[in-house]
């Protein structure tokens, strides 16, 4: 099953990238401490982090309004397109919102490039987005929230939020940031995280529904030692650091060391 995601992640970037002659392209500088808020954007997402001081949103796919409509604007959403790339863009105070603002936007795939030195947050949670969001090579703070979808990340540093409700949370973490804590839910699908061995960190696992996997030295207190049956477990990771949650309901926690 890794092996299928890690092709289709492949796939998905390949076709960014052979579909360049055709790919639309929206850059907008973002200032430090900046803030990017994504939500209703209901195509496939990619995430990936760089050095940086812009957003750059590449899209391919995306295909053009009904020939008839030429003259006209859509009414698909609260906002216009104002990006060319199927998207609306507003900023103040260098917080930027962005929306989907077509139609055609759905069927689309977008990749989006942040720079490291801001915090980005994804809200997914429509019963209409059905894509997994991927990320990858990401320094800075992520939010992500999605309903019928997975989330899929590689090399994170945190601070992370992410959340799903029918899908997989399955990811790598290059290194852990240790001033805020990383938070990985699913309710109906597994929570799978590798982390390097050396991490410290104060670990809260819990599932309501499955089991528990490690292949980490978890540290335990007397009082903290899992019950039989293993739903709840609190330790410590290299005497103890940043708080992580793993959280699922229905299935498996997995917490491997990378």
Not at 80 to 87: M, P, Q, V, Y
Not at 185 to 196: E, F, H, I, K, Q
Not at 205 to 232: A, H, Y
């Amino acid at each position: 099953m890794k092996t299928i995601k890690k092709i289709i992640i492949a796939l998905f970037i390949g076709l960014l990238s052979l579909a360049g002659i055709n790919a639309q392209e929206y850059k907008v500088s973002v200032g430090p401490s900046g803030k990017i808020m994504v939500n209703n954007l209901y195509g496939e997402i990619l995430i990936e982090g760089h050095s940086g001081s812009e957003l750059i949103i590449t899209v391919a796919g995306l295909k053009s309004a009904p020939e008839r409509a030429d003259g006209l604007r859509s009414l698909y959403g609260a906002r216009n397109d104002n990006t060319g790339i199927g998207l609306s863009v507003t900023e103040e105070n260098n917080a930027f919102e962005i929306t989907g603002a077509t139609r055609q936007a759905e069927d689309a795939k977008y990749k989006f490039l942040v720079p490291n030195n801001v915090s980005i947050s994804f809200d997914c949670s429509s019963p209409f987005a059905d894509e997994d969001i991927i990320i990858k090579d990401y320094s800075g703070e992520i939010e992500a929230k999605i309903l019928n979808g997975g989330i899929e990340f590689e090399n994170l540093t945190g601070p992370a939020v992410l959340y799903a409700i029918n899908g997989d949370v399955i990811g790598t973490f290059l290194t852990v940031n240790q001033e805020n804590p990383i938070s990985i839910t699913s309710v109906n699908g597994d929570v799978d995280v590798s982390l390097p061995s050396d991490t410290k960190a104060d670990l809260k696992l819990s599932s309501v529904n499955g089991e528990i996997f490690t292949d980490m030295d978890i540290e335990f207190d007397e009082d903290e030692m899992p019950r039989i049956g293993g739903r709840k477990v609190k330790g410590k990771l290299n005497g103890g650091g940043v708080d992580i949650h793993l959280i699922t309901i229905n299935e498996n926690i997995y917490l491997r060391k990378k």
